[in-house]
């Protein structure tokens, strides 16, 4: 797919946070000193009385935007999804969740396509923590549309969100006059009838990629853009699963409390079928160039094509 | 109201945190009880609120940064009238609109979700800057503990809202010396709290008996006249102050009244009354 236009997903983020600024007067944008890297510098440059830096200090800036959320405005919130949903995890619980405030934390750089920062900055556990809190929905952007999308309807939502981008430029996939996004809905990408994949982010065009190479062999899968992690798709993911009767599952996140495990809570309670999580394998990230830290993990077309190939052996 | 009234109020105030907290067999009644003439004060005299309409849009907003003072917060809207004083009662049991640390989404006329330390500070500097920004009038109140200030996040929140000039904002810090570890020098101080909020850009009022109505009256007079800067009061208070055996002990913390100790603590209240 290497002729396919690519933009990273946080750079969809500042820019439909622009776009949403010039229509909206009622919400303001938080950062924390990672403004050029999250991109909400788009936003300063384009309105710079409705952005608040909170310097180095992602606590506070969750409490801040609960703050404002409480007038009745909407708070954007934005840092690397390791500071985000990792060291200000209970602030977001206690401060944004429990309250069920109006904030959309615009977490990005998440996963291990953070690339050469390394295992510190490359969350992978951010997913796990934010779907176990009550009422947080949690959105996970394929593309550049779907990123776009995903802000709109987080503004436009009553509650909580999570929205994770990511830092590497990736395939737009979701380039079609009818393409519509919708919370908590997800789409198939690609019909299939030999076997499941449910992606979410940059999995997605891998998953995409590997299904046609799976289809040179004969094998018809199915692929799943589940951008909604809370609240999971059930209906979706089961009437897929009864008609291939296997799952794959990718993500680039651990497979301990991703997506991968809210696809088998489902399949679990209503459709019990063999599944296999790709993922980062409850491990650390390193340093290295992104596209190759996905290859060495397996979080590319090869690795969700021989997860397909030792699911259907 | 006159001092002597606002002393009659808050005196009410500790008979509804003895009674909350006997109710609920725990809770913070020491705290509360330390809290009781600055929340008194606030909610009688200093806020622009309402108790009929608890989410009018220009009303003046409490943040009780210290969560588990919620009885002494709690007795204050009773006694206000944004509830009836009989649900006090219902502190702490399953199905009550009192938690046992405040829920904004529970209980008429709480501001703000907090009983986590050091994150209603944070809230409240949000709610001022929201007020700056658009243009409302409202000003802000957040009420912390000695001990709370131990958190690295209140002193994030302190510096945000010092570089921004948020006063609209009035931080109060009820130093009453104890925390549940022991006196706040013997576990971790955070003295000197006065130097410490002024280098982070506040202006700052030290109040040396903060359980006191006329003092009280002054600072919060001094808070909104100050401008350019948001400004922390520094209140001494008494812990457990009106009840005599729960005076300045650590012990009474976090514990509630048996059955006598309630009897007593009522008739203690009741003669000051």
């Known amino acids: 797919m290497a002729d396919v236009k690519k933009i990273a997903t946080r750079q969809s983020y500042g820019e439909a946070l622009v776009e949403l600024g010039a229509e909206h007067d009622d919400f303001v ?16 440059a384009a309105y710079p009385d409705r952005f608040f830096d909170a310097g180095i200090a992602e606590s506070n800036m969750m409490g801040l935007a609960a703050g404002v959320a409480t007038t009745g405005r909407v708070a954007f919130a934005s840092t690397f999804a390791m500071f985000a949903a990792g060291r200000a995890f209970e602030q977001v619980r206690n401060s944004i969740g429990y309250p069920h405030l109006n904030v959309k934390v615009g977490a990005t750089h998440a996963g291990i396509s953070v690339g050469e920062d390394g295992a510190t900055h490359q969350c992978n556990e951010d997913i796990a923590l934010m779907r176990t809190i009550p009422g947080m929905t949690v959105i996970v ?79 018809d899968a199915e692929v799943i853009d589940m951008h909604t992690i809370k609240p999971i798709d059930a209906e979706t993911i089961i009437a897929s699963a009864r008609k291939t ?37 409850d491990v650390y990230g390193e340093s290295g160039p992104a596209v190759d830290l996905l290859k060495k993990y397996g979080l590319d077309a090869d690795g969700v094509e021989a997860a397909v190939r030792e699911l259907l052996a | ?19 909350g907290t006997h109710a609920a067999k725990s809770g913070h009644p020491g705290g509360s009880l330390g809290a009781a003439d600055i929340m008194t004060y606030l909610y009688f005299e200093e806020m622009n609120i309402d108790p009929a309409d608890p989410h009018k849009a220009d ?30 009662e219902t502190l702490r049991h399953i199905g009550s609109h009192l938690q046992g640390h405040p829920n904004m989404n529970d209980t008429p006329g709480v501001d703000m979700s907090t009983g986590s330390l050091g994150q209603g500070i944070s809230a409240a500097v949000g709610m001022a800057l929201a007020a700056k920004h658009w243009g409302d009038t409202y000003r802000t109140y957040a009420l912390l503990g000695d001990g709370e200030i131990e958190e690295g996040q209140v002193w994030e929140a302190a510096m945000f809202a010092g570089n921004h000039q948020l006063d609209n904002l009035c931080v109060i810090v009820d130093h009453n010396g104890l925390q549940i570890d022991g006196t706040i020098e013997e ?18 009022i030290e109040v040396a008996d903060g359980n006191d109505m006329a003092q009280l009256r002054a600072a919060f007079a001094e808070a909104r006249e100050t401008t350019g800067a948001p400004t922390c009061i520094v209140c001494e208070t008494v812990k457990g102050k009106g009840v005599s055996f729960m005076e300045n002990q650590v012990g009474w913390h976090g514990k509630a009244p048996n059955d006598e100790e309630f009897e007593q603590a009522m008739a203690e209240l009741s003669k000051e009354a």
Do not use: W
């Open chain 1, 29 to 44: 944008v938080f950062d924390a000193d990672l403004a050029a890297a999250t991109q909400t510098g788009k936003f300063k």
């Open chain 2, 1 to 19: 109201m006159t001092d002597d009234q606002l002393k009659k109020v808050a005196n009410e105030v500790r008979k509804g945190v003895i009674i």
């Open chain 1, 141 to 219: 952007p394929a593309d550049d549309v779907e990123a776009r999308a995903c802000v709109r309807a987080a503004y436009e939502y009553e509650g909580p969100v999570y929205m994770r981008f990511g830092r590497l430029a990736t395939p737009v996939i979701n380039d079609r006059p009818d393409y519509s996004f919708e919370i908590g809905k997800g789409i198939v990408m690609r019909e299939g009838a030999d076997v499941t994949i449910v992606a979410c982010g940059l999995m997605v065009a891998a998953a995409l990629e590997a299904a046609e190479k799976l289809a040179a062999d004969g094998i």
């Open chain 1, 245 to 281: 009767g296997k799952v794959v599952t990718a993500e680039e996140h651990s497979v301990i409390g991703g997506l991968g495990s809210a696809v088998c809570d489902v399949l679990a309670e209503s459709c019990p079928v063999p599944v296999k999580k790709v993922g980062v394998q």
């Open chain 2, 187 to 204: 576990v971790n101080s955070a003295m000197p709290i006065a130097d410490k909020f002024r280098a982070f850009k506040f202006h700052v």
């Open chain 2, 59 to 88: 009303r003046d907003r409490f943040v009780l940064s210290k969560g588990h003072c919620a009885p002494g917060l709690y007795a204050t809207l009773a006694e206000r009238g944004y509830f009836p004083k009989e649900d006090l």
